[in-house]
T-cell receptor, first 113, second 111 residues
Framework: DGGITQSPKYLFRKEGQNVTLSCEQNLNHDAMYWYRQDPGQGLRLIYYSQIVNDFQKGDIAEGYSVSREKKESFPLTVTSAQKNPTAFYLC????????????FGPGTRLTVT | GQQVMQIPQYQHVQEGEDFTTYCNSS?????IQWYKQRPGGHPVFLIQLVKSGEVKKQKRLTFQFGEAKKNSSLHITATQTTDVGTYFCAGQSGGSYIPTFGRGTSLIVHP
């Protein structure tokens, strides 16, 4: 089955801790993205990557970091510097060429207390 | 930067009524996509429009791309409870593959 997996589905952390969210795809897509979703805010782009070992900041990158060491994987670290980390985090991928359809993972709901 | 405005934010309808959501971009788009997110789920791609004035249909859903490629709409005929969810548009411009998402329209269908 081709698709995107994110784990875990729910994550609870204490304030001051870094946490890493997993995102894996087996669609052979070049481009991968991380979005944050808050109620009524739509999807806001955190980071994106077009190719392995390269990534760019999106609109709300502060307090987040990523890596892209493999084509299939694009983990997101929510650092303690992120002021309001509680949110629903969505990973997506696309072929990055002419057809821009994005495939989304099931998301990780992070709660920081 | 590019902005994509989507209205309305919420829409309540009785089952069987029609529904329309509108997207407007501050810049000319090269393409626009529509996604549906069910409550508790993740966005799922519905369709992509590329050509000026393009109209596409998927059963009860009709998608339009404006002549100037700066606006788009999604119309659902005779809504059903299965249509409940949030509908997002996402536009790209200037050769970028990075989409700008609208804030979405949440559709609530009352049986």
């Amino acid at each position: 089955d081709g698709g995107i997996t994110q784990s875990p589905k729910y994550l609870f952390r204490k304030e001051g801790q870094n946490v890493t969210l997993s995102c894996e795809q087996n669609l052979n897509h070049d481009a991968m993205y991380w979005y944050r979703q808050d109620p009524g805010q739509g999807l806001r782009l955190i980071y994106y990557s077009q190719i392995v070992n390269d990534f760019q900041k999106g609109d709300i990158a502060e307090g987040y970091s990523v890596s892209r060491e493999k084509k299939e994987s694009f983990p997101l670290t929510v650092t303690s510097a992120q002021k309001n980390p509680t949110a629903f985090y969505l990973c997506a991928s696309s072929s990055g060429r002419d057809f821009y359809e994005q495939y989304f993972g099931p998301g990780t709901r992070l709660t920081v207390t | 930067g590019q902005q994509v405005m989507q209205i309305p934010q919420y829409q309540h309808v009785q089952e069987g009524e029609d529904f329309t959501t509108y997207c407007n971009s501050s810049t000319t788009l090269s393409n626009i996509q529509w996604y549906k997110q069910r409550p508790g789920g993740h966005p799922v791609f519905l369709i992509q429009l590329v050509k000026s004035g393009e109209v596409k249909k998927q059963k009860r859903l009709t998608f339009q791309f404006g002549e100037a490629k700066k606006n788009s709409s999604l119309h659902i005929t005779a809504t059903q409870t299965t249509d409940v969810g949030t509908y997002f548009c996402a536009g790209q411009s200037g050769g970028s593959y990075i989409p700008t998402f609208g804030r979405g329209t949440s559709l609530i269908v009352h049986p």
